[in-house]
């Protein structure tokens, strides 16, 4: 199954501007998905139909992927951070649990 019910969002973080999708829009908990890196995009369809139920579920294209910018050729991991940084606050999210597997 492919994942449906998405809405596109566009973020900005100072010059980048950084391309989102969240399914579906209202859920009381948030999951934000991050994948491999640059060079390494995945929209990760697979795992946002497993969670997209019971979740809201938001994925987003790393900067300089997709059609997320990166004009000024920056791949620093604290550009990285505030990039999640900017998702989190653009969608007032108050908190983000990590869990890694």
Do not use: W
């Not at 449906?4 to 969002?9: A, D, I, S």
């Not at 908990?29 to 995009?41: D, F, K, W, Y």
């Not at 369809?45 to 059609?67: P, S």
């Amino acid at each position: 199954m492919i994942a449906q019910e998405q809405k596109q969002e566009l973020v900005r973080n100072r010059n980048t501007i950084l391309n989102t999708m969240v399914y579906p829009a209202e859920k009381t908990e948030t999951i934000m998905l991050l994948h491999g890196g640059p060079g390494v995009p995945d929209k990760m369809l697979e795992v946002v139909d497993l969670l997209k139920n019971k979740y809201r579920v938001i994925t987003f294209e790393q900067r300089g992927v997709g059609l997320s910018e990166n004009k000024e050729c920056r791949y620093k991991m604290d550009d990285y951070i505030a990039d999640i940084d900017s998702i989190a606050k653009h969608f007032k999210l108050d908190s983000l649990p990590l869990k890694m597997e």
